[in-house]
């Protein structure tokens, strides 16, 4: 049974900076592509980044210079590392992956940036 597992959320000021990471368990190959996206309260869920197994990414224009995504394909983990929070970064952000046809998400953990 695949898994994503989110950890990292939680409550920072504006301007600071979080680590999320992913995991990915239940599955023999790397995922395809890996990647987060957010939801905040009242809107639709949006992309953050994608990361392909190459290494190849795609950034929401709203995180690009603030937000970095990496993964390992060993330990079939994507991290995100988001700096100079803003509030409007607030939400919960779900990881995503692409397992040969077939795409999951996490439960999601919640970022919650104050002014």
């Known amino acids: 049974q695949v898994q994503l597992v989110e950890s990292g959320g939680g409550l920072v000021q504006a301007g600071g900076s979080l680590r999320l990471s992913c995991v990915a368990s239940?599955?023999?190959?790397?995922?395809?592509?890996m990647g987060w996206y957010r939801q905040a309260p009242g809107k639709q869920r949006e992309l953050v980044v994608t990361?392909?197994?190459?290494?190849?990414?795609n950034y929401a224009d709203s995180v690009k210079g603030r937000f970095t995504v990496s993964r390992d394909n060993a330990k079939n983990t994507v991290y995100l590392q988001m700096n100079s929070l803003k509030p409007e970064d607030t939400g919960v952000y779900y990881c995503?992956?692409?397992?040969?046809?077939?795409?999951?998400w996490g439960q999601g953990t919640q970022v919650t940036v104050s002014s």
């Open positions: 990361i392909a197994r190459s290494g190849n990414t």
């Open positions: 995503n992956a692409d397992v040969g046809p077939v795409n999951f």
């Open positions: 239940g599955i023999i190959f790397s995922p395809n592509t």
